[in-house]
């Protein structure tokens, strides 16, 4: 196990940021995980994924510890389920690929979304319908502080909207080193609800579909909207979808009653945060190496040699626009290092 110095994190992170490590080591057990984060030589450390729910704006003063855990282990099953474990550096669609190979239900929905499997829980990642949380059993994490070993249950973890004890009370204290979730073997529920994916299935002639049938929609669904992170730097969505009262959401549709909307509860209703975007003009516009996705508003994206910093700006430029036209605040889905 090497320690870096001044290691650029440009390939460790999705918006292809050149922000630089002042430390830098990847770890490939949990033995070494533990020797890290007991080393007293580097106070301050950072944990690193798949860094794809991330925007770095500046340098990182930190040992940078790049979690590269892999491995995929059936733990039981029987007729109807099974229990699979996951350690955490394993890519998150390259293991959904995994379960579709074996006819595993319960992660199709959530194909081709970047970034690790042990980063999944702590933004609760979802898609098309599903979340992370609607298969969760567990995940087995490292305390920090301590190096001792932390089982977390469904329970434990708080999860709600893009949401988790992970980035609130129990940001920065635990580094997850395994997620254990439970998929169907057989009469899988086929989540259709949105109807992209409808249409996706109709334009392929696709009556009765499967799951990977399913998996294939999303991934031809994201593929139209979403800029490949290997072509052009971006971090997926980079706003969640504001979830409003309905006090608030009766005046917004009254002035807009053209906006899409979604029903969450009788008090509580869900608004799409790229047609906010989009409705402010921002779609498509491009400010230097900074920019908005011509497909998808939700999408900022750097063209070639935009700093942190700059993204991060256009990001409260965004904010307070859509705040000045619609009262309504959006906040960043992604985790700002600041």
């Not at 989540?191 to 409808?198: A, C, E, L, P, S």
């Amino acid at each position: 196990m090497q320690v870096k110095e001044n290691f650029s994190l440009k390939k460790h992170n999705t918006f292809g940021i050149d922000a630089k490590a002042r430390f830098f080591a990847e770890i490939q057990s949990v033995s070494e995980l533990k020797e890290l984060l007991a080393q007293p030589d580097y106070p301050n450390k950072f944990i690193l994924g798949g860094g794809s729910n991330m925007l770095i704006t500046k340098d990182i003063d930190a040992l940078v510890i790049y979690v590269n855990l892999k491995g995929i282990t059936i733990v039981s099953q029987d007729e109807n389920e099974v229990t699979i474990k996951a350690m955490a550096g394993e890519n998150w669609h390259q293991f959904v690929l995994w379960t579709l190979d074996r006819d595993y239900g319960g992660l199709e929905n959530m194909s081709l979304i970047p970034g690790n499997t042990g980063t999944a829980p702590i933004q609760n990642i979802g898609a098309y319908g599903s979340e992370l949380k609607d298969c969760f059993l567990s995940c087995e994490t490292i305390h920090r502080a301590t190096q001792n070993k932390v089982v977390f249950l469904k329970k434990d973890c708080k999860f709600g909207y893009r949401d988790s004890y992970f980035k609130n009370e129990g940001k920065d204290q635990y580094v997850i080193t395994s997620i254990t979730l439970k998929l169907t073997r057989k009469d899988h529920t086929l989540n259709m609800g949105y109807g992209t994916i409808k249409d996706e299935l109709q334009k392929n002639n696709i009556a009765e579909p499967t799951i990977r049938d399913i998996s294939n929609a999303v991934i031809a669904i994201r593929n139209s909207k979403l800029p490949n992170p290997n072509e052009i730097g971006n971090s997926g969505s980079f706003f969640k979808n504001p979830v409003v009262s309905r006090a608030v959401f009766e005046k917004f549709i009254k002035e807009n009653p053209k906006a899409p909307y979604y029903g969450i509860s009788d008090s509580e209703y869900k608004i799409p945060a790229g047609w906010l975007i989009e409705q402010c003009g921002f779609k498509g516009k491009r400010y230097g190496d900074v920019g908005i996705h011509k497909k998808q508003a939700l999408v900022l994206i750097n063209h070639g040699n935009a700093s942190g910093k700059e993204i991060f700006d256009l990001a409260k430029k965004i904010i307070h626009e859509v705040y000045t036209k619609f009262g309504i605040s959006i906040i960043p889905e992604v985790n700002i290092i600041k």
